[in-house]
């Protein structure tokens, strides 16, 4: 007992005292706030069933008292995600966002102030008065003291799908309202891929439809996965997917055609289809591509009148692949001692290839690797080479392990949505260019390390700004970006990092200003069903009341643009349900011009849906059918108009990184590599149980740890060769960082390999510390945080290698989640 | 002995139970303010917490509070120390362990906020007319408004008309009490004990949850 109790043990208080002065009574009052009111709960919505939408499907909600107790997937939905049970969970975490909250050294000494313990300190609630004061004062000091390149809106994640709430425009929006920012170009998951597409196939390729599953199960006779996992990843859409490539994967498996998977691990794709599994060492996959080019040529089994008619540039790619230019001939032999497939089965696939209608679809993890912009391009070029690019089934994908490519579409129209308010710069929407200043988003680490120095990215030299302010909703760079060490060093050179979030993220914790945004499911919006197919437009309706004190970034930005006097130019005078409503409305003007007929606003939003049909051109689509047909009359958008195996305006750009047509390259690291420090590749596939990082802080957790820890494959020789056992918490280290663990011991990886998915939650054991371990699982604490190369400057998420050993230090706990469970 | 606790056993009368219900759930429902401090170290205040002291249960609380307002620290300094424990402690900001004051929280295998106890808190301060003020975005089983409560059927027990509706209003908050805040307010100290061992509200955790039990004994 303090000291102090003695003293009021003895205090002459008698019961019949206690409380009875007017003084003490009047003390209350100004202690106690009145919690309670006499009058009926705080108006909620409705009890009853709700229809709504998300990343991982349609679904209708169950609202009981007020609270949103179940969700159930839409019954056209023909493959329900599980990941839906984390999106109920997600909204009632303990870990949401409940007010405005500031770093505490921030708030009492204002930007600036002890950056170096970001991560670390602790916050305060304050009004949201008060918090968007401070956000508009430094948004104007910022803009004074270091002009229009002093903040960084370049903002990037996977925010939530809706026309209206899109988190990324509306903070665009309003900063060039307000004035100018440096902005970003790009995204983590194709960096590559989409600055190198549009030189080759003269479109982004990434995003596009595929020749449907339809086709494919009747014409394709061999289906070849190459670095991807269609089963995990179509579970997800930007939008909200249909799930259309579950139906189409089936359909192709019941025709007992052969599969082919290539990839350091057998995924559940290659075991749902039965398929055979080739699993080269990770990052050699140009090398054995240029094997079967090799092999193709020698046996005369490619197809010189389409690489005559179709493409460009083959004569200058040709000396490459035989020796000529080099003195190295890509024989399948040469491509065996790099790639470990034996030069026997490189041949084998090689006349496979070329024996059946082929189709070469492959994923994104090929890219996001140093001198990623290859990998595509040579898988073009050996499509090429098959010639059967435009006919139904053959040819390449890119994207039937995304948001369901591949699924048959329908004719509806196209939903608009709110735009970022910026003049419109010619070029894709995705290489955005407005903005004071824009670099590639990957390397902000690089931009925050290195203000004024030069960078390359895709033809153009430019520098980078001086950034002092970061403003990023509705994304989770601690997640996404590489080398997490070094990120964290180069924060502590901002001033001022404001988020918007929902949850505790990892980049909410390193922020000075947080900003509670509610979930979508809190809010009105509308959004097209079927990234590809277009299939219906659903109304995303709000499910239940904001919790706490939570407002939607429209309504946030809309009173940061009000305190800047731009509120009338920021909502042009507009509800959200004038916005939604618009949107709708523009989208029945196109389908009338079409003839399709659709409910009036207020009959749809009453139904929740409105579909279309999937039309019979949807179904039968061919990629490039039109192009092989005419290809004067349908010209891709290259300067040749035809598929360039070789680029004259990359030849132009002359970087060493990126030659004109594609090259192995070895890259900066990577497994039995020249001068290889680490005995281990590291993969870090998407994962099964949640999107990116999104849904790691809920129930579905539990259907992957291991030991409470994001789990770890590794190879069951590999495990032997250092006493792991299935179960074991793991350390994963190199010369970048560390993380823990858990093992799954099995033989479903290639040996030399280990995978950690990316999006696990980082949770430093000391925070700001630099190397600290991290005890829960974030795999990019031991990526390579460079450009993929001068022309895309893309990330090299899964350009890593490590060593891993048995954890036998005391086990810190994980406290990402906060979950009172481990308390 | 007077009239208004003739009828139950326990040392407070149905006011002064009302009153340290309604400020334990003041403690809890907000940081402190420079002002409460001011307060607190005023004349008014320390009578205030003289007389909550003669209450052995309020006794680790008022004592923590008087040593952290003895000082000569700042009120807004001092405001600053709790609120940053507050936040940690209650508004889940940053990694580090903490003490969500929701009985679904602690009632349920899932640890999530609004399940079924929530609806039920709400569904008890609807029987009375009653709901959570909009001042309050916080769900209905939070530990204050729960306490708020108490408060509420405190002061309505005063008024009963004759010993048997006093029965009846003591049957009230008996029910209340063993379903919703004894069923988890110890596992809520325990959260607060272990995130925050010396901490203010760990203290005032302690009190409450020692004064809970003691009403309900009397009760």
Redesign the interface.
Known sequence: ??K??TR??Q?D???R?????T??????A?????????????AAVADGEVFSASHWGAFTATV?????TKITPWEKDPHPSHQLEGVL?S?????????P?VR?AYL?NGPGSSNETRGQ?????VSWDQALELVVKELKRVEETYGPTGTYAGSYGWKSPGKLHNCQNLLRRMMNIKGNFVNSAGDYSTGASQVIMPHVMGTLEVYEQQTTWPVVAEHTELFVIWGADPMVTNQIGWIIPDHGAYPGMQAYKDTGKPVICIDPVRTESCDFFDAEWIAPKPQTDVAMMLGIAHTLYEEKLHDADFLDEYTFGFDKFLPYLIGESDGVPKTAEWAAEICSVPADKIKELARLFASKRTMLSSGWSLQRQHHGEQRHWMLVTLACMLGQIGLPGGGFGLSYHYSSGGSPGASGPVLSGITDGGKAVDGAAWLTESGAATIPLARVVDMLEGPGSDFNFNGKTQKYPDVKMVYWVGGNPFAHHQDRNRMVKAWQKLETVVVHDFQ?TATA?FADIVLPATTSYERNDIEQYGDYSLKAIIGMKKIVDP???ARSDFDIFTDISARLGNERAFTEGKTELDWIKGFYEGAEKQASAKNTEMPDFDAFWDKGYVEFPVTEEGRTYVRYADFREDPLLEPLGTPSGLIEIYSNNIEKMGYDDCPPHPTWMEPVERLDGPNAKFPLHVTTSHPRGRLHSQLNGT?LRKTYTVADREPCLINTDDAAARGIADGDIVRIFNDRGQLLSGATVTDAIRPGVIRVCEGGWY?PVE?GTDGSLDAYGDVNNVTVDIGTSSLAQANCGHTAIADVEKFTGEVPAV??F?????? | MEQAIDTRPGTLTAPERAAVYDWLAGIFAREMSPQAIETYRGNNGRTFLNQMASHPPLVPLTDHLHRITAGRESPESLSMELSVRFASLFLGAGGKRSAPPYESVYSNDSNLLYQKQTAQTQAALSAFGLSVSDLFPEPPDHISVQLAFMAHLARRAEQAASSRHLQEEYEVQRVFLATRLLSWIEKFLDHCVNADPDGFYTTAAVSMVTFVKDDAAHL
């Open positions: 007992m303090p102090g109790s009021f043990a205090n208080v008698s019961r005292t206690f409380l009875s002065s003084a003490a009574a009047g003390v209350l100004t202690l106690a706030p009145s919690l309670l009111t006499a009058s009926a709960a705080r009981q008292d007020g609270q949103w969970d909204v009632y975490s303990p870990t949401r966002i409940k007010y909250m505490r009492e300190d602790d916050f305060v609630r505790w914790r919790l706490f004190e129930v949770d925070p406290k990402v906060s979950t009172p469970a481990n308390a």
